[in-house]
């Protein structure tokens, strides 16, 4: 049996995965701070990067200066337009920097789309399991997109059946489209997009996601709206038993 842990980074998000396969990271900002959850061996079997913001890929250059390596990298499939306000040139080139620095050392590149077929898993390494629920090509294409339209939201699926759902920074536009295409994507454990903000807080997929537990990864005073009070009411409302925050709760930890 694994483990799976929401760290607590302030505004920012990390999550490490262990499992029977090796160890896996879904954003990675201040990964530093929970080096010891890291392998000794200092071989990573794979970090998903949510989006390229650097409140979620930060940690990778902690990883390229002490060493790491990362069999894959999955990663959005962004492309970004001169004069892009949803993500800044110079964090733009620093997270291609990071990337090509793991690339030009071996390790694999993926930038996924919402999966084609749910008859099996988008990955299933051994121990553990992923699913791409989005980004929907249709939004992270169009001629109006943003990064956050762009943004992977993760299934992780342990040997013991639970289910957790990873939402990096989706947009409201994709979570409406997950809501509307796709079958009990939830039911176990939510994290929530964007730290908690209400701009990415769409009722319907929350009502939909059925979850008994939702974390949501944030810390208060950093940015006036986050957390949202229509987000974390949204929230308290739907999750069956309870809504932690990882600025009053601290990290937390599920076996998978």
Known sequence: MGKIQFCSVGCGDCTVIQASSGTYLVDCHRIDEYRSMLPASKKLKGVFITHQHRDHFSGLDYLKRNGYSIEYLVYAPYTRRRGDASVELDEWNEFNRLRDHFADRGTKTRTPYRQSS???????????????????????????????????????????????????????????????????????????????????????????????????????????????????????????????????????????
Not at 179 to 187: G, Y
Not at 193 to 215: M, P, Q, R
């Open 118 to 256: 749910w008859d099996k898993p988008w990955w299933s390494p051994g121990g553990v399991k992923f699913e791409i629920l989005a980004p929907f090509k249709s939004l992270a294409t169009s001629d109006t997109r943003e990064l956050h339209d762009a943004c992977l939201v993760i299934g992780v699926y342990g040997s013991n059946g639970r289910r957790f759902l990873i939402t990096g920074d989706a947009s409201d536009q994709s979570l409406r489209k997950i809501a509307d295409n796709t079958q009990n994507f939830c039911n176990d454990v939510l994290r929530a997009s964007h730290h908690g903000s209400d701009n990415n807080a769409d009722l319907e997929f929350i009502k939909k996601s059925n979850a008994d537990y939702t974390v949501v990864s944030t810390e208060s005073g950093v940015y006036s709206n986050v957390p949202g009070s229509t987000a974390m009411r949204r929230y308290r409302d739907n999750t069956k038993k309870k809504v932690y925050r990882t600025d009053k709760d601290g990290s937390l930890a599920w076996n998978i």
